[in-house]
Structure formats: structure tokens, C-alpha cells
């Protein structure tokens, strides 16, 4: 306690003393341009957010900036409909309406429109995508389905990660990062001219602390991370523009899991584990614009992956994705047609606690798309249909529709509707392996000897899950000072993850309780987002944010299957609120203070308390000293010393809180 107050004081005393002023402030902007701002990830092109029948947000390189994060999940906390919770220092449960859990399944996450989504376990490992703050764009986040534009996966929503391009980035540039949790982060980057284009390398490393485990101790959750990036884009005439980008990166986290353990008298064994992820990865992009207006585009990438969980699994997988796509106009109609293929080679192996069927697995995906934007009346009512058709190797075809409208009530005021549905494709786990997370006493019901051993073994008969969503939203600006954004929705699920009780054997001094996966439960999900912002001057902003989510599992007749359900939908809050100011005192300087409210968690296991509601504050002070240096002192989660924000996952991991934290930051730009 004594170290946490000092952090927060020093905090507080080294505010006033960032004095001077800069020359330039480029933190002003006008709100008008919320409505104004660009987003590709929609429908594949360019749209202002404005003319967009979606639910989208975007956190810009702006909003990082004066957040002062330094984890791409943490950039999202006050985006609504999105729930982000730290399980550790390295770990995160990133999820847009429901569905939360460190493999996050429902959520398609995508880098520069390349999936990062794992077939491992379905989901996102957000400790092995650590990019560099400094080169996102921005975050395009779409809440709701997009599955008829990207495909299976995109089921509750979209994380698109946009980076700069290299010819936004010339130059040398230093960045440096220091405090109590991050202890050291840094940045190098070199930026130069090419004959007819630029390029763009950079190195990102990080070394963060150990958190607490929940009732003490060493959270054994360090996280140390290096990447190298190489980004090129290149003028090739008539034929069009080219741009490459490749990184090898290796990240190592640390974790502790409670591995059952027969010889234990808890029959448990606390085991720090080592996870190593490192890989390689290269995408090569080339797209033309024609006088007409059309537009076509041809990206292919390649991918390695090695992962290492400790000595319990080890994953190597080969990728190779190739999506091509055409733009024209015809009349009233702007149409995008496209196709791709997705191919995996991948070998698992595991160890007693992961049981894989087969080592090596090879599997993926052909697809299709078109897409149609019809001006039914010009400038005022704009319908747009769409439709995917994806074959994949284990659950065959799957058709993902989509129907939107959009009405423009006056200049920057829409009203828009859509329904539309998609899926979600089974993950290895679920395709040809088993694990035994779950150890329990002799004592309990069926009385026998043995203790017994839970294991979740993979579904005999595997279906793609699938949701229909209806959404209705408003954006639009009532005053030049303010803009509000307001959705509604409702998703109804089939074919949903469950377990159905299997056999029970003795086996290694165990009595094994084997549960079996099964598709076969159905939910609803509903609710609102909505968030205000107001800038009566260039040097005072507020943005407002609420997310309300309503959760229902329909039953499955069993109790087995009933909670399996709802530890699937339910490890969610039902109210979130969130609040950042920005007040810029003087030109060059800007205070920000983002306060942020989560409800308990809507699940509740038998015998545990559920995540408690908390409140937290965040304070940074930003300073630009120079057109190239710019000065910044963060404190995070200053309202306690530490809380939790997420419970136990499927994975037997300790259960760790998040601490209050002191950062300073410094970021040069050397010519």
C-alpha cells in the first residue's frame, strides 16, 4: 500500500511541473469530423462513418495517445458494447456483446483486414499480437455481424486494426515507455523514401512485471516481447500499387495453472508455465483505382506460427490466405464482388493433461462474396444486401446473408436497420482433442474411491454455430457541439456450444468423468449502446459511453448443459458506463481523465462469488515539448490498490487482479 501511494503521489505532484509550450497543439480537432472519419471495414471500401447502417466505432491514433495505453485490448475499454477484461498482466478477455472468455469466439479480430482469429481454440491471443501502438492507424471496431463481407467469425463483431502506411511514418522516431507494471517498452523506427514509394522498419520490445493472485502471492504473469516489422508500398504505374509487410516476432508470458495432480492431497499442483509464441508472417498487397470509379484489389499472405504452452501443448501451423476483390457501378447499384481461400497445416501435440487424436490436421476454407449498395433515393435512402457462401472443411457450407438501410433524416442525422446472420466454425479443440481441467474430491457424488477427474472431450458431431441479429441505430450531430450515437439490438443464437454427459472410467488413479462437447443449446442476447460527445471549444471535450446487455440461455434439460451454457454467454457485465474528458489548458498541454464503471458479472458458479462491480480512474498528463518530443505521465486503476476483472476460464489458470499503476512515457522524433 505504502508503494501504491507513492506512486500516486508522485503522480500528482509531477503534473503541475510539465511546464512550456509548444508552438503547435495537433490534439485540436473539430467534431464534425466524427462524422466525417473514414472506415473500410463495413463493407470493404471507403465510407464515412456518417453515411455507415452499422454499428461501428473508431478509436484513432488521437484517442490512444491521450488514453495512454499501452495493450491493444486496453484501447477498446471504452468503446460500448465492448467488454475487456485483464485475467493478468499478459492475459485479456476482449468480447462485443456476450460471449467473453480469453478465447473470445464470437469476435474476429483482423490486422490491416488479415484474420489473427486461432483455429486452436477460436479466438484471439492478445499477448501474442502485441503491435506497436505507435504505428495503428486506427481501430475500426463494427459491433454486430459482418460475416457476409469477412466471413465466419464475425459473429457478435469486428476488431480491425489499421496500420500506418510506411509513407506517413518517414523518418527516425524513438519511443520509450517506464513504470510500475511496464518496466520497460521501446520503439525504433526508420522510415525513408524509395523510387516511387517508402518503407517503413521498426522494433517493438516490452518487458512488463508480475501481477497478485487473487488472496496473494506472486501472479507469475511477466510478459517480455520483441518484433521486428518491415512495411513497403510502391507506385507500379498503370498496373497499380503494391505494399508488403512482414514481422518476425517472439513473445514469452508466464501463467500459473492449478494442474490436477493425483498424488496431491488437493489433488492440485501450482505449475508456473512458460507460454513462448513466435512466428513469422508476410502479406503482399496490389490494387488499382480506374478513371471509371472501379476498383480492384489481390492479397495473399503467409504465415508461421509456434506456440508453446510450458510442456502441456505445442502448436506449429503453416497459413496461407489469398482474397481477391472488384469494385464497379452500374447505375443506381455500387457493387463489390470477391472470392478467397484459406489453407492450414497444422500439428498439435500434446501431453496428459491435452489429448490430441491426431498430431496433424490439415483443414480450411473456400468463400465467395457479393455485395450491393442500391441508392433506392439518392442521398436520402440507401438499401444494401449482401451475401457470403464459405465451405470449410469440417462443417461444410454455410451461406451468411445480410440486409441494411439506411435513411438520411437531414444533413448529419441517419437512422439505419439491418438483419443479418453468420457463423462460427468449430476450432481444433473442439474437432479432435480433449483436456482435464478439473479435479474433484472422492467425497462427492457418485460416492467411490477414486477422485475424480473432469474431462471435456471433443463433440462427436460438430455444426457451425449461427445467430440472426436485428439492429436498429441513430447518428447524427442535434448541435454543432455534439454527436450521439445510439444502438439497438437483438441476436438470437442456435447450435450453441454445449456438454452432454459421456462415460466414466478409472484411468490412472482417476475416476474420469468424460464430458462431451455438443452444438445443441439455443440463446438470446439484447440490448443498447449508446455514446454521447461534447466539445463546446477545441479545448474541452467529453465523451459519454453505456453498454446494457441482456443475457438468456434456453434450457437444455440437463443441469450439466445448462451451465456449461452459461459459462459460455454469461461471464459478462450487464452495465458498463465510461467517461473521458479532455481539457487542454494551454496549447502544447493536455490533461485526460477517463473513469470507467463495470456491473458484476451476469454468471454465477455454484460455490464462487461472481466478479464484483468496480469503478476506476485514469489520469495521464501529456506534454508537447517540440514539434519532436512529446512527454507523458499515466496513472491507471487509481481508485484501489488492485481488483479482479475476470474469473477462472476453461483453463484451470490462477485468478489474478489488476493493480493501481504509474507509467511515464517519451516519444522523440530524431530528424
Known amino acids: 500500500m505504502k508503494a501504491d501511494r507513492r506512486a500516486l503521489f508522485v503522480l500528482m505532484t509531477a503534473l503541475p ?28 471500401k471507403r465510407q464515412e462513418i456518417g453515411n455507415v ?7 484513432s491514433a488521437e484517442d490512444i495517445e491521450r488514453m495512454g495505453v499501452t495493450t491493444l485490448p486496453d484501447a477498446l475499454r471504452l468503446v460500448p458494447g465492448v467488454h475487456v477484461a485483464a485475467s493478468s498482466n499478459n492475459r485479456w478477455a476482449v468480447s462485443v456483446r456476450g460471449f467473453n472468455g480469453r478465447f473470445a469466439n464470437s469476435l474476429l479480430v483482423m490486422v490491416d483486414g488479415q484474420t489473427v482469429y486461432s483455429p486452436l481454440f477460436s479466438g484471439t491471443f492478445w499477448e501474442a499480437l502485441d503491435i506497436p501502438l505507435a504505428e495503428v492507424d486506427r481501430i475500426e471496431v463494427i459491433r454486430g455481424p459482418g460475416a457476409s463481407i469477412w466471413g465466419a467469425n464475425a459473429v457478435n463483431g469486428i476488431v480491425n486494426i489499421i496500420t500506418k502506411w510506411a509513407r506517413a511514418t518517414q523518418g527516425r522516431e524513438l519511443g520509450f515507455t517506464a513504470g510500475t507494471v511496464d518496466k520497460a517498452r521501446v520503439y525504433a523506427r526508420q522510415g525513408g523514401a524509395l523510387d516511387e514509394g517508402h518503407y517503413r522498419v521498426s522494433y517493438h520490445g516490452r518487458a512488463r512485471g508480475a501481477s497478485y493472485r487473487l488472496g496473494g502471492g506472486d501472479g507469475e504473469d511477466r510478459w517480455r516481447t520483441h518484433r521486428l516489422g518491415l512495411r513497403m508500398e510502391r507506385f507500379l504505374g498503370g498496373i497499380g500499387e503494391v505494399s508488403l509487410t512482414a514481422d518476425v516476432h517472439r513473445n514469452d508470458s508466464e501463467d500459473y495453472w492449478n494442474v490436477p495432480d493425483v498424488s496431491s492431497p488437493t489433488l492440485v499442483t ?32 503467409v504465415q508461421y506460427i509456434d506456440k508453446a504452452v510450458g510442456d502441456l501443448l505445442h502448436e506449429t501451423r503453416h497459413s496461407v490466405d489469398v482474397d481477391g476483390q472488384y469494385r464497379f457501378s452500374r447505375g443506381r447499384h455500387d457493387l463489390i464482388v470477391g472470392a478467397g481461400v484459406r489453407y492450414n497445416d497444422q500439428t498439435v501435440v500434446g501431453s496428459d493433461f491435452f489429448q490430441v487424436d491426431n498430431a496433424n490436421s490439415r483443414f480450411g476454407l473456400v468463400s465467395a462474396f457479393v455485395h450491393d449498395e442500391i441508392a433506392l433515393l ?3 435512402l440507401t438499401l444494401t444486401a449482401g451475401l457470403k457462401f464459405e465451405h470449410h472443411s469440417w462443417t461444410g457450407n454455410e451461406w451468411q446473408p445480410n440486409v441494411r438501410m439506411a435513411w438520411q433524416l437531414a444533413r448529419n442525422h441517419m437512422l439505419w ?15 479432435d482433442m480433449s483436456y482435464a481441467p478439473l479435479a474433484i474430491p472422492a467425497s462427492t457424488p457418485p460416492v467411490t474411491a477414486l477422485p475424480k477427474l473432469t474431462r471435456f472431450s471433443n463433440a462427436e458431431s460438430l455444426r457451425a454455430e449461427r445467430i440472426r441479429a436485428y439492429e436498429v441505430g441513430y447518428r447524427g450531430q442535434p448541435s454543432p457541439t455534439t454527436h450521439v450515437d445510439v444502438t439497438a439490438f437483438l441476436n438470437r443464437y442456435r447450435h450453441l456450444r454445449s456438454l452432454v454427459s459421456g462415460s466414466i472410467y478409472p484411468a490412472g488413479g482417476w475416476l474420469v468423468v468424460d464430458n462431451m462437447l455438443a452444438f445443441n443449446t439455443h440463446g438470446t442476447t439484447g440490448g443498447l449502446e449508446a455514446s454521447l460527445d461534447w466539445q463546446p471549444s477545441t479545448r474541452w471535450r467529453t465523451r459519454l459511453t453505456y453498454t446494457h446487455l441482456d443475457t438468456r440461455v434456453d434450457s437444455t434439460g440437463t443441469s450439466l448443459g445448462d451451465s456449461a451454457s452459461a459459462f459460455y454467454m454469461q461471464r459478462v457485465p450487464r452495465d458498463q458506463f465510461g467517461v473521458h ?23 454465477s458458479e455454484t460455490g464462487r462469488q461472481p466478479v464484483a462491480a468496480y469503478t476506476e480512474l485514469d489520469l495521464q498528463y501529456g506534454w508537447r515539448v517540440s514539434p519532436t518530443l512529446t512527454l507523458s505521465i499515466t496513472g491507471r486503476n487509481l481508485l484501489d490498490a488492485r481488483h479482479a476483472e475476470f474469473d477462472r476460464d476453461y483453463m484451470p489458470a490462477a485468478v489474478r487482479e489488476v493493480e493501481r499503476s504509474v507509467h511515464f512515457s517519451a516519444q522523440w522524433a530524431l530528424d
Open 53 to 59: 447502417a452499422a454499428a461501428v466505432h473508431v478509436v
Open 581 to 603: 474528458v479532455t481539457w487542454k489548458p494551454r496549447t502544447g498541454h493536455a490533461v485526460d481523465a477517463m473513469l470507467r464503471h463495470v456491473a458484476e458479472t451476469v454468471y
Open 378 to 380: 439518392p442521398e436520402t
Open 270 to 301: 501450482g505449475t508456473p508455465l512458460l507460454q513462448r509464441d513466435q512466428g513469422a508472417g508476410l502479406t503482399a498487397r496490389l490494387s488499382r483505382i480506374f478513371d471509371d470509379g472501379s476498383e480492384w484489389s489481390l492479397q495473399g499472405s
Open 17 to 44: 511541473l510539465l511546464g512550456g509550450a509548444a508552438e503547435t497543439d495537433p490534439l485540436d480537432f473539430s467534431l464534425g469530423e466524427l462524422v466525417t472519419q473514414e472506415v473500410i471495414t463495413v463493407a470493404r
Open 417 to 431: 436497420g439491418a438483419v443479418s446472420e453468420a457463423s462460427r466454425t468449430p476450432a481444433r479443440v473442439e474437432f
